[in-house]
């Protein structure tokens, strides 16, 4: 909601990094969240998503944007992929999906069929969800089939696997977030929403990235 390039690229990303048990692939997840605490952005993280409704309603609740950490995401993706999945386990992967699809335009919410009209379609605007899960090989590429390259799965993954499969064990200790990045993560979150507002109201409630040139050689890439 900050930033998008002229092709109305926006940032959510989906990452997955793989790498042997005990190899150490979770540390990239505790420092990630050791700088948005210490930027004071805890607000953005997004818990495991129990249900398609749940995920939902967690971006409802932080304006439709949510950093979704998921640690050993490959056993999950084979409870979602499994035949005898819930409805609404399976239905993650779907809206995970669309809502990468969705990000610069709207997300429809579920119809319900009720007649009090408490129930109510809840619709996202250029809904952001960032993911950065964490598996093994054998779980992630054991949970996968030919579907999943078919229906545009993988094609929305960025994925960092391990060349190192016995990586020397080295002691990291205790790190202090570098002052200068918690400064640039926090310009970055104080960006306005809306880059060309219109009067008072539309500031506040219309969602226009700033648009953001690429280089010739990002172009290609």
């Known amino acids: 909601h900050r930033v998008r390039t002229s092709t109305n690229l926006r940032t959510n990303l989906y990452v997955l990094g793989i790498s042997n048990a005990g190899t150490g692939k979770g540390r990239a997840m505790e420092q990630i969240e050791e700088l948005f605490n210490a930027a004071g952005l805890l607000n953005l993280f997004s818990g495991e998503p129990v249900s398609d409704s749940g995920l939902l309603k967690s971006l409802h609740m932080n304006k439709g ?11 999950a993706l084979e409870e979602m992929t499994n035949k005898k999945a819930a409805g609404h386990r399976a239905a993650i992967l779907r809206v995970i999906m669309e809502l990468f699809s969705k990000s610069g335009g709207t ?11 408490k129930s109510k379609r809840q619709d996202l605007e250029q809904p952001c969800l960032s993911v950065y899960g964490a598996s093994t090989p054998e779980t ?11 229906d545009g799965f993988i094609s929305r993954l960025i994925i960092f696997q391990s060349g190192d499969p016995y990586p020397k064990r080295r002691s990291v200790g205790i790190t202090d977030v570098p ?10 979150e104080k960006l306005a929403t809306n880059d060309t507002p ?24």
């Open 198 to 221: 219109q009067g008072n109201l539309d500031e506040a409630t219309k969602i226009r990235p700033r648009v953001v040139g690429l280089t010739p050689k990002a172009e290609i890439i």
């Open 65 to 75: 944007r949510r950093l979704l950490q998921w640690d050993e995401i490959g056993i």
């Open 107 to 117: 997300f429809r919410g579920k119809e319900y069929a009720n007649h009090d009209g």
């Open 179 to 188: 002052p200068e990045l918690i400064s640039e993560v926090q310009n970055i």
């Open 140 to 150: 992630f590429y054991g949970s996968l089939s030919s579907r999943h390259v078919v």
